[in-house]
């Protein structure tokens, strides 16, 4: 029998995050693991989208200021690998915020 939570009632922590629900979705041992953290290539789709596409994934919207996860496939902007490429259909993302360590 698989154990553990799936279905997030309180916010995910971090240690929860990597050590649970990437852990396993990342080795394979869980398929519901999708219900939480959907692959998803965001990089296709504008950014005002992406609300609309989460609640069509998920079947909700999330509650007010909880954070959304995606395992997404990284694209690079260069053959030979380097930088990541954050262009979307209109633009591009970027990156906000100060890098922490989890």
């Not at 994934?57 to 990541?84: A, D, H, N, T």
Request: proline share 9%; aromatic share 8%.
């Amino acid at each position: 029998m698989q154990t553990g939570r799936i279905t997030p009632l309180d916010p995910i922590h971090e240690e929860e995050l990597i050590c649970f629900y990437l852990r396993n979705k990342l080795d394979g041992l869980r398929d519901d693991i999708e219900c939480v953290i959907p692959v998803f290539d965001i990089y296709s789709v504008d950014p005002l989208q992406l609300s609309e596409i989460h609640h069509e994934m998920l079947g909700s919207g999330g509650e007010e200021g909880e954070p959304w996860f995606y395992l997404c496939p990284r694209q690079e902007r260069e053959v030979r690998g380097g930088r990541p490429s954050w262009t979307t259909p209109s633009g591009s993302w970027k990156a906000v915020g100060t890098p922490g360590v989890v």
